[in-house]
Nanobody, 123 residues
Framework: QVHLVESGGGLAQPGGSLRLSCVAS????????MAWYRQAPGKQRELVASRAAGGSTRYSASVQGRFTVSRALAGTTMTLQMNSLQPEDTGVYYC?????????????????WGQGTQVTVSS
């Protein structure tokens, strides 16, 4: 079992920055890909960025060039540096982890999810 805890959410102004962190604990040795998803009010949860254990990364088109995903501490900690934030980035951000072999799993393939952290971008 893997436990994921997100932190770093909050309120930012348009054009500002926030840094999210996700710490994995428990049976972490089997984790391959970790990802950030977000869910805006009234919308479906969507992929923001993911990073596999081997270093491969994927970003949604809406955040490409503004957000950076990284992992550290043997892959048990994942961060999301969010720059040039826009009101459309508002939502609950979830950390997810997968222990399968796929480098870019589909959302329903992720085995573990955090509780989420709220990000609000508003002036």
């Amino acid at each position: 079992q893997v436990h994921l805890v997100e932190s770093g959410g909050g309120l930012a102004q348009p054009g500002g920055s926030l840094r999210l962190s996700c710490v994995a604990s428990g049976s972490v040795s089997g984790i391959n890909t970790m990802a950030w998803y977000r869910q805006a009010p009234g919308k479906q949860r969507e992929l923001v960025a993911s990073r596999a254990a081997g270093g491969s990364t994927r970003y949604s088109a809406s955040v490409q060039g503004r957000f950076t995903v990284s992992r550290a501490l043997a892959g048990t900690t994942m961060t999301l540096q969010m720059n040039s934030l826009q009101p459309e980035d508002t939502g609950v951000y979830y950390c997810a982890a997968d222990s399968g072999i796929s480098v870019f799993p589909a959302m329903d393939e992720y085995d573990y999810w955090g509780q989420g952290t709220q990000v609000t971008v508003s002036s």
